[in-house]
Structures are given as C-alpha cells and as structure tokens.
C-alpha cells in the first residue's frame, strides 16, 4: 500500500497545512505540550494566537494510544478488564464497574449478583470518585497557581489509595471487580477503617471550601471564564461533572439507575452560576467539590448495610457467581455507566463459540469533554485556556485509550 | 421499549417507508438498519422531533463485520435527555477493502458535534470514509500512518520511517 494510493484520503490533512501555511503576519501559531505541566498529561494544542489572544486552539491527541479496543478483540472478556483499569487510570474502579456490567447483562446474571457484592462494588466505586476529583481540584489549583490545595488533596487521595490497595493488592490499576463478582471479599476491618476514614475526611471539606471554593484570587480567575452553555454542551456529547455544570441535572446513576444506587440517597449537584455565569470554570470546580459530599454520603450508607444487614459471613464466596467461561450468543450491546468524568460507555459486539469478542469500542468521557476546547477557547486569552483546560479534568489514557 | 415503535412509525411517515432497511430486535438492545443515502436526514429528524428530541449522540462506532462478510458496519446510540430513552441506529456498508476506496458513510457531524471526533476516530482505525466531514484527519494515529489497524485483515508494518519495529 503506498502513500499514493491513499491520496484522495490526504484532502483535510493537506487543507490543514495549508491554513496553518497561511495565517496572517500578525498571527503566530505556538505549540503547547505534549510535555507542557498544565496539559494534564501527553496533550499537545497548536495554538493560533494574535498576540495574546487565542484565536483558535487546535487539539493533537494520540500520544498515549495503546490500542485498547484491538487488545479487546484478542482476548476473553475477564482478561480484558485490567485493561480497561489503564483507561482512566484515576478512577480505575469505575472503568472495570462499567465494563463487568457490560458483560453481566449479556450474560443475564446482573439480577443474581448478591448484594453484598454489589454494595462493596459501589463503595470502591465511590471511594475511586473521591480520589478522582480531588486530583481534579488539586491539579486545578496548581495550573493557576494555588499550590496548596494540591498537597492537602494528595494528602486525602493517599488514605484512599492506601485503602483499595489493602482491598485488591494494588494503588491504581486494581482488576479488583470481577465479571460475576469480585477478585476477593474487603480484608477483616475495612469497613472500620474506611468509617475512620470518612469521619477524618468530612471535617477537611470545609477547609478545602475555605482555601479555594472561597479564595479571592480564584474566583477571579475562573468565574465568567470559558462559559459552556447547555445546549453547547449537549451537542458536543459532553457529559459528566462538565454537562451538570451548565445546569442540565443528567446523572446516569439516576437516570439508568443501574447497580444499587436506586437505594441510596443522594442529591445531583448542578452549577448554578453563583460566582459569574451558569457554566463557567468555576461552576465545573464547585460541582467536584459538591459531588465529593455526595460521594460521601453514598459511602456512610453503604457502609451502613455492610456492617448491618450485608455483614460478612464465613461462607461467603465473591467468585461464586463468576463464569469458568463466558459463554454468549452473537449478540451487541451497549452499556453506559457514569465515571468521575461523565458518561463511560461500552459497545460489545460479540460472537457465538468463542469468549472473545468480536468488537469492543471504549467511549470515553474525557474525548468528548475534550472536544469542545476549540469551541471554548475562541478569543480568549492564552492564561485562560489554562483555566478552561483544567478545568474540564481530563485524562490522557482515556482520550487516546 | 415503546419508543423504539413509535420511532418506526415516525420514520415511516416522514420517510414514506423509505428510510429503514431492517429492524434487529433478537438483541437486548433493538437496532434500526438505515438507508445509508437517508442517514443524515434521518437523525436530525429524530434530533428535532419534539417526541424523539435525541439531542445525545452517545457513541459512533464503526465494525468490521469480517473478511468473508465484506461488509463494515457504523452503530450510533443516540440518547435524549428531556424523555431518558435510547435508540441504536446501524448503517451497513459493503465493501471490497481496497484501500483506494473506503467505505463512504455520510457525517452526522452537522447534527452533532459529538460525531466530529468520532467519526475521525472511525476514519483513522476502521477507514470508514465520512462524506461531507469538515475536517476528516486522523486523530489517534500518527497522519502519515498507513492502514486502518481495526480492520480485521490488517497486518502490522515491517518498518516505521525505516526503522524496524518487529
């Protein structure tokens, strides 16, 4: 196959070289990342500015492909699930919740899981929501210039991560959510030490309130800035924290009401524009703050029923339900969960006599967040691309996969 | 399911029956088959219609349905948030896999942007061709790459700028 060959196919690459050819004397086109410390990971952005004016940005994604989706195709369905751990691999938990579900309900047995399985499912889940957003924030104060936001919330994330590691034997990549169950049931006295854990963290929420949510600077530096309006956001496919932000209440885990979450009580948090106007970096900010209180809450009562009703018994097996081989007819199936960073999607298509699949095309939240940067950063100032960037919380492994 | 018949009547009004090929329902999940030539007609149909109103374009992805079949496949699972219903569409292209003429598809990337990106996705893995794209480069892969490395008859290259990487 030669390049020749290919040309008709070349036509929007060529175009693309051309504009960038032949922008005016006064532009200048510069190049952020892909090693630039507030592009949140391998992102490169080619910017065409006019002098401090960014008049459009250009997104490069690809450097961290892994081909996730070709991998799926070569091997059976429970040894996919570390690799879907390596997508968004700050919420890992999520990743593999939303894959097993996937696979659960193909299979027919998502009704059968015991509850028990399925409440520490949501606790890990929630816990891995927690240490997602606080990273977002963490990060968020530092690409504009708070520093120590970031050390108290690495600080917190650190108790969680030390937790599912005690869980499932690894910090981040856990392959702990297993299809039909789990790798194993929480260690003796987790439920202790994540109670402990809770009634240590609620207390920080205020302080963390009074650092940044509050913080003079701050405000200034994200309210009014890069406003998505809803339908704006609608039409690109964003979702997630970035959607309700523009004050459109869209939770999948009310909407699909998947797992046991019809069970607990929690409030969907939106922007409300209270600092500038619905949709801006600051509204996207406060709905991660607010969700971490909902996580919260989702995490009290969950540890409610384990240590209540679901307690442990000796003759409780996680992998009592978890299929030798995953047997499915030829069928193709589209399974949508929602992730720290929004919708979370999966779309198998599988074949008969085989536990391979046939196809399996990942959705990430963060690509589709991502998307819209061109539409949100026209005409705005280069230090503010930073402050939007930021704050639509991506993550590299996901967009590229 | 209620919406999934209501959506055939709809479309068999507006379309004069015209618009869906076949209808999958052996799935958990029911497909619409859809006249490649109506594609875009139909979605912004479902997108404005006040009982459809599928204003979420959750995810585009394209299937190689095997080498034997010499067919690919592009799904859409569209998603309206006001109703909180879904609906999967299919368009199935044949094809011979010459690499000088790719499956054409046409862009919903005028009804959503969503299927901007999604559909250079499915450009640059599967080499779907999406007619009337604004910008169909390759997005994940390196634009000078060559081949679409989804497909299920792709074989890895010998060498990549003349360095060897087998």
């Not at chain 1, 309700?244 to 524009?273: C, M, N, Q």
């Not at chain 2, 459809?52 to 095997?66: E, K, R």
Request: glycine share 6%.
């Amino acid at each position: 196959m030669s390049v020749e060959v290919n040309r008709p196919y070349q036509e929007a690459q060529e175009a693309y070289e051309a504009r960038l050819a032949a922008i005016g004397a006064e532009e200048m086109v510069i190049n952020m990342g892909p090693q630039h410390p507030s592009t949140h990971g391998v992102l490169r952005l080619q910017l065409v500015t006019d002098g401090e004016i960014v008049k459009e940005v250009i997104p490069h994604v690809g450097y961290l492909h892994r081909c996730f989706e070709k991998h799926a195709e070569s091997m059976n369905y429970g040894k996919t699930i570390p690799f879907t751990d390596r997508m968004d691999y700050l919420a890992s938990m999520n990743n593999s919740h939303a894959f097993v579900m996937g696979v659960e309900r193909m299979l027919g047995i998502d009704q059968k899981i015991p509850k028990r399985i399925e409440y520490i499912r949501v606790l890990v889940c929630e816990l891995n929501r927690i240490a997602s957003h606080l990273i977002a924030i963490g990060t968020y104060g530092i690409d504009i210039g708070a520093f120590t936001p970031f050390m108290w919330c690495f600080r917190d994330r650190e108790h969680i991560m030390n937790m599912l590691e005690w869980a499932s034997g690894s910090r981040m990549l856990y392959n702990y959510i297993w299809v039909g169950g789990l790798f194993y049931d929480l260690p003796v006295g987790f439920e202790a030490r994540c109670g402990e854990f809770v009634r240590y963290f609620k207390p920080k929420l205020p302080e963390l309130d009074e650092l940044l949510t509050a913080n003079q600077i701050f405000i200034s530096r994200t309210a009014n800035i890069g406003v998505l309006p809803a339908d704006v956001a609608i039409n690109y496919g964003c979702s997630g924290p970035m959607l309700r932000a523009s004050g459109v209440k869209w939770d999948l885990r009310r909407t699909d009401e998947y797992s046991v979450y019809p069970e607990l009580e929690f409030e969907i948090p939106i922007g409300k524009g209270e600092m500038g106007h619905v949709g801006d970096c600051w509204d996207r900010f406060k709905v991660r703050v607010d969700e971490i209180k909902e996580s919260v809450r989702i995490i009290e009562q969950c540890l409610e029923r384990l240590e209540g009703p679901l307690k442990r018994t000796t003759d409780f097996d996680p992998r009592a339900l978890v299929p030798k081989k995953v047997n499915l007819k030829a069928q193709d199936y589209y399974v949508r969960a929602e992730n720290p960073k929004g919708e979370l999607g999966f779309y198998f298509v599988t074949q008969e006599k085989t536990d391979i699949p046939k196809r399996v095309k990942a959705r990430g939240p963060s690509f589709n967040n991502l998307s819209v940067l061109p539409e949100l950063s026209k005409g705005i100032l280069i230090a503010d691309l930073v402050a939007i960037l930021g704050s639509i919380d991506i993550v590299l492994g996901e967009v590229d996969r | 399911m209620e919406i999934f018949t209501r959506v055939q009547e709809l479309l068999a009004i507006a379309f004069d029956k015209q618009a869906i090929i076949t209808v999958e329902q052996s799935g958990l999940q029911p497909a619409l088959v859809i006249h490649r030539e109506k594609l875009a007609a139909v979605c912004l149909f479902l997108r404005d219609h006040e009982e459809t109103y599928f204003d979420f374009l959750s995810c585009i992805s394209a299937v190689d349905n095997g080498v034997d079949a010499g067919s690919f496949s592009v799904v859409y699972h569209l998603a309206s948030i006001p109703h909180q219903h879904q609906l999967t569409l299919k368009v199935i292209v044949e094809n011979d896999r010459r690499s000088d003429n790719l499956p054409v598809v046409p862009t919903v990337s005028g009804v959503w942007r969503t299927a901007d990106w999604h559909e250079r996705e499915a450009f640059d893995l599967m080499g779907i061709y999406f007619e009337g794209h604004p910008d169909l480069r390759r997005i994940l892969l390196p634009e000078d790459w060559e081949g679409y490395p989804l497909r299920k008859d792709y074989e890895e290259a010998e060498t990549y700028h003349g360095i060897a990487i087998k």
